[in-house]
Nanobody, 128 residues
Framework: QVQLVDSGGGSVQAGGSLRLSCAAS????????MGWFRQVPGKEREGVAR????????????YYADSVKGRFTISQDNAKNTVYLQMNSLKPEDTAMYVC?????????????????WGQGTQVTVSS
């Protein structure tokens, strides 16, 4: 059974930075898709960033939501089987529960329906 453990959330002021981590077990990052989503109460889960294997070992192909482009960076450490989300220039509207997700469907889409394993989530709160 794939297990994902999220960590790294916290409270920061606007303009600050956080790095989220997602440690995966029984799942090979180098061969599959990983994504970060965020959710606030009353809203749909939003895809933030995703990464999947590219043609060069250790360098995945990444995609970002328009709202975080230029501020967030997704990366992976295959040796540690961990995916990271570096979040810079944080804004109050980035406040949400952030959850990592893994897909064994052989696709790497933007929506949550393409992922079948989820972490427990880590809260990010950005104050103005």
């Amino acid at each position: 059974q794939v297990q994902l453990v999220d960590s790294g959330g916290g409270s920061v002021q606007a303009g600050g930075s956080l790095r989220l981590s997602c440690a995966a077990s029984k799942y090979t990052l180098s061969s599959n898709c990983m994504g970060w989503f965020r959710q606030v109460p009353g809203k749909e889960r939003e895809g933030v960033a995703r990464i999947y294997p590219g043609p060069y070992p250790g360098r995945g192909i990444t995609y970002y939501a328009d709202s975080v482009k230029g501020r967030f960076t997704i990366s992976q450490d295959n040796a540690k089987n961990t995916v990271y989300l570096q979040m810079n220039s944080l804004k109050p509207e980035d406040t949400a529960m952030y959850v990592c997700a893994a897909s064994t469907f052989g696709v790497c889409g933007a929506g949550p329906s393409g992922y079948n394993y989820w972490g427990q989530g880590t809260q990010v709160t950005v104050s103005s």
